[in-house]
């Protein structure tokens, strides 16, 4: 006995539907530029966050502590984000105790960041930044050219093709004329 089309189709018609369904998944995939292709949890809920959605952005990475004489720097950071997210900036912090300066777990670290210094942008889970144990995102920006952290508040720039375009000590503060500049500049005109 003979299968009807219509009945031999239907798988068939199934596997197309579940495939068109991947493929923004595939392509989104694609798209994505190396150093970005990563992912890593939140720091305020452990939620795991492909860092492919800010692909198309231009990128500040920066390892963060709390207990640094640097740490005044999230007011700024906070403000930059501010200033330029809608051009299409987005700062990612990466706290870390590689120096014996973030000794709190995520929580804390998180309702610190929050209460003191009203950081909004995307922050993940404690990590990581420098040797053998680095997280992957600081291996490739290594990998990349970019100097290993030295300190906190390294920040990392990005453009928006994905490209590394700069790295900047904990001494240069993100108001920082040169730091600005080469800002706008990897954010393209406005």
């Known amino acids: 006995m003979k299968t009807p089309l219509t009945l031999r189709l239907k798988p068939i018609a ?6 068109s369904a991947l493929l923004p998944v595939f392509a989104s995939a694609a798209n994505c530029p190396a150093l970005l292709n990563h992912k890593f949890n939140r720091l305020q809920d452990e939620t795991q966050q492909d860092l492919c959605q800010y692909a198309g952005k231009a990128v500040v990475v920066v390892n963060t502590a709390s207990y ?9 950071l906070e403000k930059l984000y501010a200033k330029y997210k809608d051009k299409g900036l987005v700062v990612l912090g990466f706290p870390s105790n590689d120096f014996s300066q973030e000794p709190d777990d995520n929580k804390k670290i998180a309702d610190f960041c929050h209460n003191t210094y009203g950081v909004k942008f995307p922050m993940f ?3 990581s930044v420098k040797g053998k144990e680095a997280n992957p995102l600081f291996t490739a920006l290594t990998k990349a050219g970019a100097k290993e952290p030295s300190w906190n508040f390294n920040k990392y720039l990005i453009d ?15 108001d920082d004329k040169s730091f600005v500049s080469a800002l706008e500049k990897a954010l393209g005109p406005q």
């Open 68 to 76: 640094c004489g640097f740490t005044s720097q999230y007011d700024g």
């Open 14 to 19: 199934s596997s197309i539907i579940v495939l």
């Open 125 to 127: 889970s404690k990590s």
């Open 160 to 174: 928006r093709d994905g490209k590394l375009v700069g790295s900047f000590g904990s001494m240069t503060r993100p």
